[in-house]
């Protein structure tokens, strides 16, 4: 049987908890592009991510999943754009709780579904959110083209959780996927 390489990108804002989201998946063996983070005013965490954050996780024999985290910084947008040419699924991360997230979310799943290899997108609410509050950001965000998509919700601090996250989005995805 053909080895099979899929390939994830989680995008979102600056501070979602992307590199996290790997770091926890993949501990040690997590590649991290961050360096100090210089814009206080954008957001107040002490590092950044500038390039692309990459974690492998095998998913059975056949099997991999790999996982990149980008950058959430808008003059980033060239980086995430690359990724996404590369990426067969996206989970977009949000915190609901956040003025523009509905808006932001949305962009972000339009921009997902640009890119010619992407076959799945779903959205990861990130951060603590009662069930009537996700419901709620899932039903307003379906109202917007092209976002009618899966929302889950996972602490990205949680490995168990994460995984629970990659392989909801990897059954999803179609196993014509080639190395």
Request: glycine content about 6%; aromatic content about 6%; charged content about 20%.
């Amino acid at each position: 049987m053909q080895h099979l390489i899929k390939r994830i990108v989680l995008v979102g804002p600056m501070g979602i908890g992307k590199t996290t989201a790997i770091r926890s998946l993949c501990g040690s063996l997590a590649i991290e592009c961050e360096v100090p983070n210089l814009d206080k005013q954008a957001h107040a965490k002490e590092t950044t991510t500038v390039g692309l954050d990459f974690g492998e996780i095998k998913l059975d024999d056949n099997d991999t999943l790999q996982v990149y985290g980008c950058p959430g910084q808008e003059r980033y947008d060239f980086v995430r754009e690359w990724a996404l040419s590369l990426a067969f699924g996206a989970i977009v991360m949000v915190d609901i709780h956040e003025p523009n997230a509905l808006e932001h979310t949305a962009t972000l799943i339009q921009q997902c579904f640009r890119s010619p290899k992407l076959q799945v997108v779903v959205v990861l609410i990130s951060r603590p959110a009662s069930a009537a509050q996700q419901e709620m950001f899932t039903v307003r965000l379906s109202n917007y083209p092209q976002c009618a998509v899966p929302v889950l919700s996972a602490d990205p601090r949680n490995p168990a959780q994460m995984l629970d996250t990659l392989d909801i989005i990897a059954a999803m995805l179609l196993d014509e996927t080639p190395a």
